[in-house]
C-alpha cells in the first residue's frame, strides 16, 4: 500500500478562499497540507473538516485538469457495472474475470482509504483544540465519525467479507493518520469491522443536526441510513429489527419525504427534493459526468436493464436510444439527463449526485420485514409506496406474493431497478439476493468469494501484512 498511501500522505486540508466560518463545499479545497497542527480555531477547523467531504465526492483534477468531482466514476458506474446493468464500454468490468491488476480494482480501496485517512487527520487534529464552541466541535467531530465510517462500509462491502462475521477476511481498520510507521497492517475480522463502523455511528448518530446547513453536509438521517445498509448487509442476529426501527423512525419522525415523481429528483429539482437526504455537490460549470455519459456513451445501459424496465414508465427516461459515433445504435444512460442524447447539450442537473435518499429507507425497511418474518403486508405497502412514485401502477406481482423469500427478492430488484447509477445500493442488494436468482441477473456471478473485489495488487506487493481475497 505505500504506492497508495504516498497520496493519502498528501491530506486535503486547505480552501484557498473561505469566508468567515461558512462551511461551503462548492468551493472545494486547492491545496494540500499533511498531518499536523493546522487546526487551531473554528475556521480552520471547517477548513480541514471540508478536507473530508472532498474525499467523500472523490474530488480531483480529471484528465485534462479540470476540477471535477468524480464520484460517478466510484459509485455510480463501477457498482453497476458490477451488477450488470451498466457497462463500460472501453473496459466491461466483469465480476467473474476481474483479477488485482484489473483497472478499477483498486478504485474503492483508494476511495475508502482517502475518506478514512482524512477524517482520522481530522479527529486527531481537532481534539486538543479548545478554540472553537463545544457545541460546534461536538457537531464536527460527529460529521467525521459519520464519513470514516462510510468509508470504511465502502471498504467492507467492496473488499471484506461482510456477509460472514466468522471471517477473517475483513479490511484493514485505520484509526490514525498515516504515517511511513504505521503503513504497513494486517487485515481486521469481519466481526472486529462492523463493530469498529457502527461505533463511529452510534457516535455520530446523537450529535448530528436533523438538518445541516446543506444538503451535502451530513445529517442524523444520512448516518441512520448508512447504519441501516450496513445491519442488513451483516444479517446478524437482531439486524433485522434494527432495521425496521431505524428506517421506519427516518420515514416516520424525519425531515425527508418521497418525491412525488422519482425522476423529478434527478431531471428537475436536484436538491431541492425534500427526498434527498445527502447530496454530492459538482463543482460549478463541470462537464466530467455529462461527457462520460452523454458525449463519449462511456456507461450504456445493458440488455439486462433493459429487460428489468419492461413495462415500466423508467424506461422513458432511465435509458434512450442513441446513435453512436453515427453508426451504432446504444442505449444511453439519460437518468440524470435531461436533453436529446443525439444532440448532447449539458442540462443543469447532470453532474449531481445523490448519497442517499429516503427512497432506501423504504426498500431496507420492506426487505428487513420479509428477512426478520414479518408482516409481509407492511412490506408490500412500502413496496408498492416506492413503485408507484416511480410512475408504477400495476402491483399484481407484489398483492399475489404469499412467500417472504420472493417478496424480499421483488423487494431488492426494486433497488436494483431504483439505484442504478446511483450510489451503489443495486450491488449490494443484488448480492442479498439467492444465488439463482443473482444468476438470471447478473449471470457472470457465479460464486460468492467473487461477491469481492481482490487487494490491488500494490496492497498486496507493498505490504507484507496484507492477504489476498479467496479466489484472486
Known amino acids: 500500500m505505500k504506492n497508495l498511501d504516498i497520496k493519502l500522505l498528501s491530506f486535503l486540508l486547505s480552501i484557498l478562499v473561505l469566508s468567515a466560518c461558512n462551511k461551503e463545499l462548492n468551493v472545494y479545497p486547492t491545496t494540500s497540507e499533511v498531518d499536523g497542527k493546522v487546526i487551531v480555531d473554528e475556521q480552520s477547523a471547517f477548513t480541514v473538516l471540508n478536507g473530508i467531504y472532498y474525499r467523500f465526492a472523490d474530488a480531483s483534477a480529471d484528465r485534462n485538469n479540470v476540477p471535477s468531482v468524480e464520484w460517478s466514476d466510484v459509485n455510480e458506474a463501477l457498482p453497476s457495472s458490477l451488477c450488470g446493468t451498466l457497462k463500460n464500454s472501453s473496459q466491461y468490468w466483469d465480476p467473474s474475470s476481474f483479477n488485482p491488476q484489473t483497472y478499477g480494482a483498486d478504485f474503492q480501496w483508494v476511495y475508502g482509504y482517502n475518506i478514512v485517512n482524512a477524517a482520522n487527520g481530522f479527529l486527531k487534529n481537532v481534539a486538543p483544540v479548545t478554540a472553537i464552541p463545544a457545541a460546534t466541535k461536538k457537531q464536527m467531530i460527529a460529521e467525521a465519525k459519520f464519513l470514516r465510517a462510510f468509508g470504511d462500509t465502502q471498504l467492507l462491502l467492496f473488499y471484506g467479507q461482510f456477509y460472514d462475521v466468522s471471517s477473517k477476511y475483513g479490511i484493514i481498520l485505520r484509526d490514525e493518520f498515516v504515517t511511513s510507521t504505521n503503513i504497513d497492517l494486517p487485515r481486521s475480522t469481519v466481526a472486529q469491522c462492523y463493530t469498529a463502523i457502527l461505533a ?64 423529478d429528483i434527478f431531471l428537475s429539482k436536484g436538491f431541492s427534493s425534500n427526498e434527498v437526504i445527502l447530496g454530492v455537490q459538482p463543482y460549478p460549470n463541470e462537464t466530467y ?52 442524447p443525439n444532440n448532447p447539450s449539458q442540462t443543469p442537473l447532470s453532474e449531481y449526485s ?59 430488484r426494486e433497488e436494483i431497478k431504483n439505484f442504478i447509477g446511483e450510489n451503489g445500493a443495486d450491488w449490494f442488494a443484488l448480492r442479498r439476493m439467492p444465488m439463482d436468482t443473482i444468476k438470471t441477473i447478473q449471470p457472470l456471478l457465479k460464486i460468492k468469494d467473487r461477491f469481492l473485489l481482490p487487494i490491488p495488487i500494490a496492497e498486496i506487493t507493498e505490504n507484507g501484512s496484507m492477504i489476498q481475497n479467496p479466489s484472486y
Do not use: C
Open 200 to 263: 463511529d455511528l452510534d457516535a455520530a448518530i446523537p450529535d448530528l443536526p436533523a438538518l445541516n446547513s446543506h444538503i451535502y453536509y451530513a445529517n442524523a438521517s444520512a448516518a441512520k441510513l448508512l447504519k441501516a445498509r450496513l445491519l442488513i448487509n451483516r444479517g446478524a442476529a437482531g439486524d433485522y429489527a434494527e432495521v425496521i426501527s431505524l428506517t421506519n423512525d427516518m420515514i416516520t419522525n424525519g425531515p425527508f419525504v418521497l418525491e412525488d415523481n422519482t425522476k
Open 289 to 340: 459526468k455529462y461527457k462520460n455519459n452523454q458525449y463519449y456513451f462511456q456507461y450504456p445501459v445493458t440488455d439486462t436493464l433493459v429487460n428489468l424496465l419492461k413495462n415500466d414508465p423508467r424506461n422513458q427516461w432511465v435509458y434512450k436510444n442513441a446513435i453512436y459515433y453515427g453508426t451504432t445504435t446504444v442505449n444511453s444512460f439519460s437518468k440524470y439527463y435531461s436533453g436529446d
Open 354 to 412: 445523490y448519497a442517499f435518499r429516503l427512497t432506501e429507507a423504504y426498500l431496507l425497511e420492506a426487505e428487513a420485514i420479509t428477512l426478520a418474518n414479518g408482516d409481509l403486508s407492511t412490506a408490500k405497502t412500502l413496496l408498492k409506496t416506492v413503485e408507484g412514485h416511480a410512475g408504477l401502477t400495476d402491483f399484481t406481482a407484489i398483492d399475489n406474493t404469499t412467500s417472504a423469500l420472493k417478496l424480499q427478492v421483488l423487494a431488492e
